[in-house]
């Protein structure tokens, strides 16, 4: 099948493009635009003006939940809500039941995407065996088999000298460490941000000291073993610090941010509404600034979801014994899109963290136009206004803070290899 997208605002940000153009697409790659014979029948023109053309935007912290609890998600529905959110790529998180911490089980995941995955999946393997932090998994046979990334997200690896051990092993692959930053110590039994409100809620807080002592300790040990560091979900005005400097210093050292964690304040959890519940937590109003700055100045890399979808028994509960977690595919694009709308963030920043950064950080194909990569393209209507229905979401986990909440900027097609697999927010398949 080949396409013409014509007449859209391209922003490639690999390649510094941000102007009216048009991208051709055959054989499931980006072909030269020049060489189009449009008396050619077998071209579907796709008219994009007025709209965003970016390269496919890529999700590189997701929970899919299979294998083992399907019942909260699953590879394929975890792939449609993707591509219904705009995303051609994403990345799963090790901590299924069993753990993706042999090739065994990253093998499973590869081939079941390969099977029913609307978008491309990408494993990323456990560091430790179990999520344990006793002894290190076999990472040779995680790489063997397709991970593009290590990490125990979820919980911590609390020794120091196992992560010491992970990042050192990890860099004989140049594989990345994804490190879930809680001293556990200081975020035992905590249910929302340490600050003016937990007092006034009357709920045990967490506070921001547990996540920017262990980026502290994380970044030391990068500094220590050469390895790549890359810090998940980062939530703390602290934690932003520490990795500012370490980038100054030269060190190997990314980090990702939530659109929940730039968007929404520990002021609401007053609702006691346990889709608000998360980890690390919403932050106060002076934290969601610093990340703000830290995007607009480079220090974030990327914005991933943590797409952490539950049942609905485990959040429509008391808030206190509510799970941790919030469904994130299905609004992330357009959270950071009405973001933009309302000049918060910027457009191209935000494409930018979306594709080539998170593409450069994995070492994957994808994040950019160049003539010959993959057709993986997600096309914005930043003028569309959209109220979010968790009825409608593609994904088995219907815990989104965002419901009944309008939002205005919204992908509006999904292309992978060349395929259309979502269009106006319903999926194709």
């Given at each position: 099948?080949?396409?013409?997208?014509?007449?859209?605002?391209?922003?490639?940000?690999?390649?510094?493009?941000?102007?009216?153009?048009?991208?051709?697409?055959?054989?499931?790659?980006?072909?030269?635009?020049?060489?189009?014979?449009?008396?050619?029948?077998?071209?579907?023109?796709?008219?994009?003006?007025?709209?965003?053309?970016?390269?496919?935007?890529?999700?590189?912290?997701?929970?899919?939940?299979?294998?083992?609890?399907?019942?909260?998600?699953?590879?394929?529905?975890?792939?449609?809500?993707?591509?219904?959110?705009?995303?051609?790529?994403?990345?799963?998180?090790?901590?299924?039941?069993?753990?993706?911490?042999?090739?065994?089980?990253?093998?499973?995941?590869?081939?079941?995407?390969?099977?029913?995955?609307?978008?491309?999946?990408?494993?990323?393997?456990?560091?430790?065996?179990?999520?344990?932090?006793?002894?290190?998994?076999?990472?040779?046979?995680?790489?063997?088999a397709g991970c593009v990334a290590v990490s125990d997200d979820g919980n911590p690896v609390k020794?120091?000298?196992?992560?010491?051990?992970?990042?050192?092993?990890?860099?004989?692959?140049?594989?990345?460490?994804?490190?879930?930053?809680?001293?556990?110590?200081?975020?035992?039994?905590?249910?929302?941000?340490?600050?003016?409100?937990?007092?006034?809620?009357?709920?045990?807080?967490?506070?921001?000291?547990?996540?920017?002592?262990?980026?502290?300790?994380?970044?030391?040990?990068?500094?220590?073993?050469?390895?790549?560091?890359?810090?998940?979900?980062?939530?703390?005005?602290?934690?932003?610090?520490?990795?500012?400097?370490?980038?100054?210093?030269?060190?190997?050292?990314?980090?990702?941010?939530?659109?929940?964690?730039?968007?929404?304040?520990?002021?609401?959890?007053?609702?006691?509404?346990?889709?608000?519940?998360?980890?690390?937590?919403?932050?106060?109003?002076?934290?969601?600034?610093?990340?703000?700055?830290?995007?607009?100045?480079?220090?974030?890399?990327c914005i991933a979801t943590d797409h952490a979808p539950h049942h609905i028994e485990s959040?429509?509960?008391?808030?206190?014994?509510?799970?941790?977690?919030?469904?994130?595919?299905?609004?992330?694009?357009?959270?950071?899109?009405?973001?933009?709308?309302?000049?918060?963030?910027?457009?191209?920043?935000?494409?930018?963290?979306?594709?080539?950064?998170?593409?450069?950080?994995?070492?994957?194909?994808?994040?950019?136009?160049?003539?010959?990569?993959?057709?993986?393209?997600?096309?914005?209507?930043?003028?569309?206004?959209?109220?979010?229905?968790?009825?409608?979401?593609?994904?088995?986990?219907?815990?989104?803070?965002?419901?009944?909440?309008?939002?205005?900027?919204?992908?509006?097609?999904?292309?992978?290899?060349?395929?259309?697999?979502?269009?106006?927010?319903?999926?194709?398949?």
């Amino acid at each position: 099948m080949k396409f013409l997208i014509k007449n859209g605002r391209v922003i490639d940000p690999a390649n510094k493009v941000d102007d009216i153009r048009n991208i051709f697409v055959a054989d499931g790659l980006i072909a030269d635009s020049d060489n189009i014979d449009t008396s050619d029948k077998g071209v579907e023109i796709i008219d994009a003006s007025g709209f965003i053309v970016a390269p496919g935007f890529i999700d590189m912290h997701v929970h899919l939940r299979e294998p083992g609890q399907e019942y909260k998600e699953d590879i394929t529905t975890g792939s449609w809500a993707a591509a219904a959110g705009g995303f051609t790529a994403i990345c799963c998180m090790p901590n299924t039941d069993p753990v993706v911490d042999n090739h065994v089980v990253a093998s499973f995941i590869k081939e079941r995407a390969r099977k029913s995955a609307l978008v491309k999946v990408w494993p990323v393997g456990a560091i430790t065996k179990q999520l344990a932090g006793e002894e290190l998994s076999e990472i040779a046979g995680l790489v063997s088999a397709g991970c593009v990334a290590v990490s125990d997200d979820g919980n911590p690896v609390k020794k120091a000298n196992m992560m010491r051990n992970g990042l050192e092993y990890a860099k004989m692959f140049d594989l990345p460490v994804l490190s879930h930053c809680e001293e556990e110590d200081l975020s035992s039994g905590g249910l929302m941000h340490e600050g003016l409100y937990s007092f006034i809620y009357g709920l045990k807080g967490i506070p921001a000291a547990a996540e920017a002592i262990m980026v502290g300790r994380d970044i030391s040990l990068a500094r220590l073993t050469g390895g790549r560091l890359h810090i998940c979900h980062i939530s703390a005005a602290e934690s932003v610090e520490l990795v500012r400097r370490a980038k100054e210093e030269g060190l190997p050292v990314t980090c990702e941010v939530t659109p929940h964690h730039l968007a929404l304040s520990d002021k609401i959890i007053g609702s006691y509404n346990g889709n608000t519940k998360v980890n690390p937590p919403l932050r106060g109003q002076e934290h969601i600034d610093a990340l703000i700055a830290a995007v607009s100045d480079g220090t974030i890399d990327c914005i991933a979801t943590d797409h952490a979808p539950h049942h609905i028994e485990s959040k429509d509960c008391e808030f206190q014994t509510a799970s941790f977690g919030i469904s994130g595919l299905e609004t992330a694009v357009a959270v950071c899109m009405d973001m933009v709308n309302r000049n918060i963030l910027e457009l191209n920043r935000v494409i930018e963290m979306f594709t080539s950064k998170p593409a450069g950080i994995l070492r994957i194909k994808g994040g950019v136009f160049d003539i010959g990569a993959p057709a993986d393209i997600t096309v914005i209507d930043l003028k569309l206004k959209k109220t979010v229905d968790v009825s409608t979401f593609y994904s088995k986990g219907k815990n989104s803070p965002f419901h009944g909440q309008e939002l205005t900027g919204w992908p509006v097609l999904t292309m992978v290899d060349g395929k259309i697999a979502a269009q106006n927010g319903k999926i194709i398949i």
